[in-house]
């Protein structure tokens, strides 16, 4: 296997590009106004400095490349980048982002935690008093903590594994300094794969041998010249594109575009009309909610049936179709797969569901898949459905066709460059004693249950006892499951440290609070494009750091002062010595690329940033290709080198939840399950348009999408009227595990029974001493359920539950999601 999905440092930052990296292409030598850029210019013709000379500083987050304007020390405003080809309007929260009113000002102590010691008063997390202490306290408090539980009980004590999406950065990475600190310090418990792909990457490991959802894609320009019929299932990469997990490049915005002005078909699968499907003028298929493996199954009956799928494809380049052709038949169970069969399940007529069959085997079809259909329950299930569709039509690695699970998704398609690639300051070696992860979503059950055996990828894992959970760049108490259960056993460690920014609900759930600069208050680097490594951008300091924040590099440099490991943590390099290394380190590979750059020091002060060539034929780059060429040559990291319809590895590990042939498994809760009698609609909690997660919920932009000061639900008319419900009321969402409030927006771009809370807003609990108190400002993971998707893969489930809404008739409360704990100032 190429990649291993198992390393929690195996994510985005390694991705493997694809395409053979040849021909060299002139580039556009376009502004370079300052004396130093002209000169760089001059000796370098390949370094493409791109930004004309301005008042703004140089900087970028997830939300693109921008400059910033600032005015006696404060940001005031901010441009995108000259060659962005679509900005995003959420950088325009940079200034919001430094000077929030609900910013950590100084280091914090929970009160019982400073009196009584580690493990005091842990029920009063979220409700008790705050101490202010100074940062020499704060450091050496959390530093004996770690020596204490590091000696008493060994690094299974320590949860620091810290999942999150933080700031842009490749130095500030504020994840991998934790984990680089936690190793020097004796180590720690950290976690395997992650929330947003938990299910998929694991099963295509033993689909087609790699995690598959973080590979380049067949690239936007070679789809959009030669695909008849795309098909979007579950995928909505006009808002998911706009952010990515390094700086994005926005070339897949333009991809759509492409195909809007082009006309080519495209059909949305989807609960939702979605933003895409619009400016596609997509066909809207909307099928019930958690219900696509059916659907799937429906499709390649017909397929089948009608002796239109690709026999010679099947025969040449997978493995176990006879068996799926067996289970399609009915063969094994007594239950054909057929349309009719499907449409029962699903929702969607039978005979549409025939002619989507006919209408993909007859066009070159690519079928572009989104994520949220494996969030759920038996996730591993439709993308594993949707392989052995794409192989039974039989275009996997012919231009335009087959399938994509990355079109949505940071830069997937958009093409690969020829230079280098910014590595981060490494987390550094484990030591031999660090325990086994956990998988990232069983946390709360491992927080509560230490002792307890699961089952993961056919390995048995037993929960340890943590006693310190340690979080830096990440958000549990937005990201993670059913919150009130999160709640209970987020009772159980002694300690919890938190550096943030703001005081999330994260940070008020703490016993340490530790203030963190934004990534405009400090110097850093990131690439830009996460499958393409298009640009390096340079992050220019923008203001100093506000209040007392320090950033998290140095608040890990004093903690590893304190436990004697200072040298080998900074290695003797500063911020500039750092950013020098890692620079020198990519350049050099640029330079092996026949790519040369000009040194550190002229790069950092010309102010620009790097784009670097792409070259022509990655432009028309097909994923698959070189394996449909020679499939023995270029075999893929299954066992049997084919893509594995039936998987010889998962069956053997003998999960009910997760068998060896894909199929339709109805899942926990759905319309068809007996929570539905109570609860009838189904939740889907697609990601935010005008956030990322829980970042800029404390911002001016909510105005454009909150309703009533709460997040917005869709509503379908139909399901509204029933309620007595209208546009801009204030609505309770509820379920046996928690309740929420939400502003209606009643609309019919979502279909009857399916209602959408996106994720992220902030938990903001109406009366903290009560068990499933009302949340305020509606966090959707209070109503969702937290087991893992199945034994194989232990993902998430966030995008799945049953529940049922009311206008809600009382007082409506306060928002106070986005103030400042009582008595903190
Ligand atoms: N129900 C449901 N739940 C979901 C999902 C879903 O679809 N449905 N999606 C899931 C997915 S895919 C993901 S990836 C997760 C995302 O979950 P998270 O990654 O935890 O979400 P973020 O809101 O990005 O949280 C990042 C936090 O880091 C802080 N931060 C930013 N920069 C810095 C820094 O430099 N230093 C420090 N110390 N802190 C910083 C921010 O203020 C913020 O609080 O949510 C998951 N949860
Ligand atoms: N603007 C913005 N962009 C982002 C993020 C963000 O928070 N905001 N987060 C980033 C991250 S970390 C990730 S992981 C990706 C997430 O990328 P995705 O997981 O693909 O995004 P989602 O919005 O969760 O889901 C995509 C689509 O799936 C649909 N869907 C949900 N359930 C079902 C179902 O049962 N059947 C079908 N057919 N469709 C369904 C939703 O309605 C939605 O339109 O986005 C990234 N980009
Ligand atoms: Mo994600």
């Known amino acids: 296997m190429k990649n291993n999905p198992f390393s929690p440092l195996s994510r985005r930052r390694f991705l493997q590009a694809g395409g053979a990296l040849l021909a060299a292409s002139s580039l556009d030598l376009l502004y370079m106004k300052s004396a130093v850029a002209q000169a760089v210019s001059q000796a370098m013709p390949l370094f493409s400095a791109l930004r004309p000379a301005s008042k703004g500083i140089l900087t970028a987050a997830h939300w693109g490349a921008f400059e910033a304007i600032v005015d006696q020390g404060r940001m005031v405003s901010v441009q995108p980048v000259q060659d962005d080809p679509s900005p995003n309007e959420l950088i325009e929260m940079a200034p919001w982002q430094v000077h929030a009113d609900n910013r950590i000002k100084y280091p914090m102590v929970r009160k019982s935690w400073l009196e009584q010691g580690p493990g005091g008063g842990r029920d009063l997390r979220g409700r008790d008093e705050w101490v202010r202490v100074s940062w020499d306290k704060a450091i050496s408090l959390v530093s004996n903590d770690i020596r204490r539980l590091q000696k008493a009980y060994g690094p299974s004590a320590i949860y620091a594994g810290s999942y999150g999406w933080k700031s842009t950065g490749t130095l500030h990475n504020s994840r991998a300094l934790l984990g680089r600190m936690m190793n020097l310090a004796g180590g720690f418990l950290g976690y395997s794969g992650d929330y947003s792909t938990g299910a998929a990457q694991v099963i295509m490991s033993h689909v087609v041998g790699s995690m598959e959802v973080y590979e380049q894609q067949t690239s936007w320009p070679n789809v959009v010249a030669h695909a008849e019929l795309v098909v979007l299932w579950g995928c909505n990469p006009q808002t998911t594109l706009k952010n990515s997990w390094n700086v994005p490049d926005h070339v897949g915005l333009e991809g759509i575009e492409a195909l809007a002005k082009k006309g080519t078909r495209v059909i949305s699968v989807d609960p939702i009309y979605t933003p895409t499907a619009k400016t596609l003028n997509a066909e809207w298929i909307a099928p019930e909610a958690y219900t696509d493996a059916a659907m799937i199954l429906g499709i390649a009956h017909t397929l089948l049936t009608e002796k239109r799928h690709d026999e010679a494809f099947l025969k040449r380049y997978t493995v176990g179709f006879d068996k799926f052709r067996a289970c399609l038949l009915g063969e094994s169970d007594g239950t054909a797969k057929s349309a009719d069969w499907a ?46 569709l794409a192989a039974m039509i039989g275009q996997i690695g012919l231009p335009g066709g087959g399938f994509g699970f990355s079109y949505h998704y940071s830069s997937g398609g958009s093409p690969t460059a020829r230079g280098g690639i910014l590595s981060g300051v490494s987390t550094g070696k484990a030591p031999a004693n660090s325990p086994q992860s956990v998988p990232v979503a069983r946390i709360a059950d491992c927080l509560a249950n230490p002792g307890k055996h699961i089952q993961f990828n056919g390995k048995d894992i037993t929960y340890p006892d943590v006693k310190m959970v340690y979080v830096a760049g990440g958000n549990p108490f937005h990201h993670h499951q059913d919150t009130n259960n999160l709640l209970s056993a987020w009772q159980h460690p002694e300690t919890i440290v938190v550096h943030e920014p703001y005081w999330t609900a994260t940070a008020k759930h703490a016993d340490i609070v530790l203030p963190c600069t934004t990534s405009y208050e400090r110097n850093d680097m990131d690439m830009g494009g996460d499958y393409s490594q298009l640009y390096v951008f340079p992050m220019h300091q923008c203001v100093p750091p506000q209040h007392e924040a320090r950033n998290d590099y140095d608040i890990f440099l004093a903690i590893a002062a304190q436990l004697g490991v200072e040298e080998a943590f900074s290695e003797g390099r500063d911020e500039m010595l750092w950013l020098k290394s890692l620079y020198d380190n990519m350049k050099a590979q640029a330079r092996n690329a026949g790519v040369p750059l000009p040194p550190f020091s002229e790069f950092w002060q010309s102010g620009n ?44 590990m003998n999960y009910a939840d997760c068998p060896g042939l894909p199929g339709w498994l109805p899942p926990h809760e759905w319309h068809g399950s007996d929570a539905a009698r109570k609860y009838p609609l189904s939740l889907n909690t697609a990601h935010p348009v005008n956030r990322l997660h829980s970042q800029l919920d404390n911002t001016p932009l909510r105005k454009k999408y909150a ?99 009311e206008k809600y008739r009382g007082a409506v409360p306060d928002n106070t999601a986005h103030a400042l704990p009582a008595g903190v100032v």
Not at 612 to 637: Q, S
């Open 343 to 388: 449409s029962e399940i699903c929702g969607v007529e039978a005979e549409k569901l025939r002619a989507l069959a006919r209408e993909m085997v007859s066009k070159r079809t690519m079928i572009m898949a989104g994520w949220g259909i494996q969030r759920q329950h038996h996730g591993e299930q439709p993308h594993w459905l949707l392989v052995t």
């Open 609 to 652: 940033y790097i784009r670097f060539p792409v070259p022509e034929e990655n432009k028309n780059w097909v994923r698959f290709a070189d394996f449909r060429e020679d499939p023995l040559l270029n075999p893929l990291g299954t066992p049997s080198g084919k893509i594995e319809i039936f998987s010889r590895t998962v069956a053997e």
């Open 707 to 805: 309703i009533g000061d709460r997040e917005a639900i869709l509503i379908n008319p139909q399901d509204a009227a029933a309620r007595g419900i209208q546009s801009g009321d204030v609505v309770r969402a509820f379920n046996e595990r928690g309740q929420i409030l939400v502003g209606a927006s009643v609309t019919g771009d979502i279909r009857p029974g399916v209602v959408r809370i996106s994720e992220g807003a902030w938990y903001d609990p109406l009366d903290a001493t009560q068990p499933n108190t009302l949340c305020k400002n509606g966090n959707v993971n209070c109503l969702t359920f937290d087991i893992g998707s199945s034994q194989l893969a232990q993902g998430n489930c966030g995008h799945m539950a049953q529940l049922e809404i």
